[in-house]
């Protein structure tokens, strides 16, 4: 039987991420959603009219934003959120580091604004203030730790592989301390960054994408089944 795959992205990015690993490799396979983090709203909504531009790096600051605002995102994901509401996006590469070298090859007049979450990595604002470009940070939503659904711990406890795509080395560290399962787990990590959190783990294998996008990660995955398919084939 082919493996299994756990999601443990929120909600609205497991859907999406389903519904793509599906058309790919047939609708005949088991998958699990289990978020391991719950995204919160903190405080007011920022006001952004002093500033020239936003930079956003999920889309879950897509809703802090508002129309007609021009934006600089991280993943074309964003940048598709971004555009549906109303906001003219730029995406800008994959990861924090493509992002500055973009706004920074641009050398839009400042001030910019990041909108984030409590977890974040690439020190964008810092970067983009110390190179000319004045950039303010605002932390705009939590990012709570989740423990792990009974369908997912079911699922780690079986006897098949369980393939479980980590999108953040915040994810990946929250999945390393809460798998005490005996099902062999193939972790597929979106970055180095968050292929270290496991390194420490009882996972069985650690595969990383050959991007930080989802793309590079279906990639991985659908050739993980193949693979699977053919040794039990």
């Not at 809703?63 to 800008?92: H, L, N, Q, W």
């Not at 706004?103 to 604002?125: F, T, V």
Request: charged share 20%.
């Amino acid at each position: 039987m082919r493996p299994s795959i756990l999601l443990t992205r929120p909600k609205d990015g497991a859907e999406r991420f389903a519904a793509q690993l599906r058309a790919r490799v047939g609708g005949n396979l088991r998958i699990v959603s289990s978020p391991l983090l719950d995204i919160v709203p903190i405080g007011t909504a920022p006001d952004i009219s002093a500033y020239r531009g936003l930079i956003l790096t999920s889309v879950n600051a897509v809703p802090f934003g508002a129309p007609g605002v021009k934006c600089y995102t991280v993943g074309d994901a964003t940048a598709d959120a971004a555009r549906r509401a109303g906001m003219e996006p730029i995406s800008a590469g994959a990861d924090a580091q493509v992002l500055i070298r973009r706004i920074l090859a641009d050398a839009p007049k400042g001030p910019l604004l990041h909108l984030r979450g409590e977890h974040a990595r690439g020190q964008i604002a810092q970067t983009l203030t110390a190179a000319g470009i004045p950039t303010d940070e605002r932390v705009v939503y939590a990012q709570m730790g989740v423990p792990l659904s009974d369908a997912a711990q079911t699922l780690l406890n079986g006897d098949l592989p369980v393939i479980v795509p980590l999108f953040s080395p915040r994810t990946a560290g929250l999945f390393a301390k809460q798998y005490t399962g005996v099902a062999p787990v193939w972790a597929v990590a979106i970055s180095d960054a968050a292929a270290q959190e496991l390194r420490n783990s009882p996972i069985a294998r650690i595969f990383v994408a050959n991007a930080p996008n989802a793309q590079a990660m279906l990639e991985l995955i659908e050739g993980l089944i193949d693979a699977d398919t053919c040794i039990e084939g």
